[in-house]
Nanobody, 125 residues
């Protein structure tokens, strides 16, 4: 059975940093694109960042560009999201996702096949 498990969420003050991690089990994702999405209360799930199978291609939402960095370690079957200069509007549940059909990341949620359960990130003073 395939699982994606996110960790690293929590409560952080504005301007602070958090690092989210996503660990996969049950299947290797070393040949798949991976992505991070988020969903705030009352809003649709939105793309945050994506990375190609070998890390050579990344994509970011305009709202996080320059503040967030996505990376992956295929040897450990993990993908991470470093979040700096956090803002209250970054508050959301963050989800890790895997796209087994493409090598490069898509920005639409329907393109992803596997999803984690999500981890809460709250940015508040």
């Amino acid at each position: 059975q395939v699982h994606l498990i996110e960790s690293g969420g929590g409560l952080i003050q504005p301007g602070g940093s958090l690092r989210l991690s996503c660990t996969a089990s049950g299947r290797t994702f070393s040949r798949d694109a991976m992505g991070w999405f988020r969903q705030a209360p009352g809003k649709d799930r939105e793309f945050v960042a994506g990375i190609s199978w070998n890390g050579g291609n990344t994509a970011y939402a305009d709202s996080v560009k320059g503040r967030f960095t996505i990376s992956r370690d295929n040897a450990k079957n993990t993908v991470s999201l470093q979040m700096d200069s956090l803002k209250p509007e970054d508050t959301a549940v963050y989800y890790c996702a895997a796209d087994t059909q493409h090598y490069r990341p898509l920005i639409i949620a329907s393109g992803y096949d596997y999803w984690g359960q999500g981890t809460q990130v709250t940015v508040s003073s």
